[in-house]
C-alpha cells in the first residue's frame, strides 16, 4: 500500500467505504447507457448507435453523441467529487469502468472517419474558472480515455473566449442554447490533418456546451466532430 493511502485514504464515493473511490457493492449500483438508449445530441429522441438524425443536421452540426452511463447513483457522485470537490485522482477511477465494449465503439468510430484520424478534444474551461478548479476535468477524462483507446488529445484546438456561468443554473433549453452564444474559439495552427474530433465533456445535459463547441470545430474546417461524455 502506497503511504498516501495511509495518510489519504480512498472513499468509496457511494457508501464511503474506505479502500477504493468505487467498492465492488456500489458498482452493481452504476447504470450503463444501453445501444438502445442512445440518442440524438440535437432533438434528444431516440437515435441509432447516437448518430444526429438526417432531419436534424445542419452545416455545422455536431454529428453525434456517445455517453456511458446514467447521471445517477455513484456516477452522479462521481462527476460531483471531481467537479465541486477538486478530487482529480478520482478520474483514473472514473474512466477505468467504462465497459471495453463501449470503447472499442470510440476505436471503431460510428458514420466517421478512420481512427487514426481522428483526435480527442476536451471541452475547455475560462482561465477564471480553471484557476478556481485548478484543472480541467475534461481533459482529465480526455488523457485516461487516450490511455484507452490510444486516440492522441490535443488540448489547444479549443479554448473559451467568454466566461460563463455554469449551465445548471439555467433552467430551460432556450437559455442553455443562448447562454453558450459566442463563448468558443479555435486556435486554427492546432487543426492541421485533423479529419475528425470526439468532443469531450463530463456531463451532457442539453447539449448545449457540446454543440456550440461543435460548431467552432466544424466552422473552422474539421469535417467530422462527435460528443463524448461520461454521462447524462
Not at 472499442?104 to 474551461?125: C, K, Q, W, Y
Not at 484557476?131 to 479554448?159: C, D, M, W, Y
Not at 487543426?191 to 442539453?206: A, M, R, S
Request: net charge positive; charged share 25%; glycine share 6%.
Amino acid at each position: 500500500m502506497h503511504l498516501l493511502d495511509v495518510l489519504f485514504p480512498k472513499l468509496c464515493v457511494s457508501c464511503g467505504r474506505w479502500g477504493a473511490y468505487i467498492c465492488s457493492s456500489c458498482q452493481k449500483n452504476i447504470v450503463p447507457i444501453e445501444q438502445r438508449e442512445t440518442i440524438c445530441p440535437v432533438c434528444e429522441k431516440p437515435a441509432m448507435m447516437g448518430m444526429t438524425h438526417p432531419y436534424c443536421r445542419t452545416r455545422y452540426g455536431i454529428d453525434g453523441l456517445t455517453t456511458f452511463f446514467h447521471y445517477k447513483g455513484p456516477v452522479r457522485n462521481f462527476v460531483q467529487q471531481i467537479k465541486y470537490k477538486f478530487v482529480s485522482d478520482m478520474v483514473s477511477t472514473f474512466v477505468s469502468i467504462i465497459p471495453q465494449s463501449r470503447i472499442l465503439e470510440l476505436t471503431n468510430p460510428p458514420a466517421g472517419g478512420r481512427s487514426n484520424d481522428i483526435v480527442i478534444v476536451p471541452v475547455p474551461l475560462h482561465p477564471r474558472r480553471l484557476r478556481h478548479r485548478g484543472f480541467n476535468q475534461a481533459e482529465k477524462i480526455s488523457e485516461f480515455l487516450s490511455e484507452r483507446t490510444s486516440i492522441p488529445v490535443i488540448k489547444n484546438i479549443l479554448k473559451r473566449a467568454k466566461y460563463t456561468k455554469p449551465q445548471v443554473e439555467k433552467k430551460t433549453r432556450e437559455e442553455r442554447m443562448k447562454h453558450m452564444d459566442g463563448v468558443f474559439v479555435v486556435d486554427k495552427k492546432y487543426i492541421q490533418n485533423i479529419k475528425g474530433v470526439f468532443l469531450v465533456d463530463d456531463v451532457c445535459t442539453t447539449g448545449a456546451t457540446l454543440r456550440a463547441a461543435a460548431r467552432e470545430l466544424k466552422k473552422a474546417g474539421i469535417p467530422w466532430v462527435w460528443g463524448v461524455t461520461m454521462a447524462r
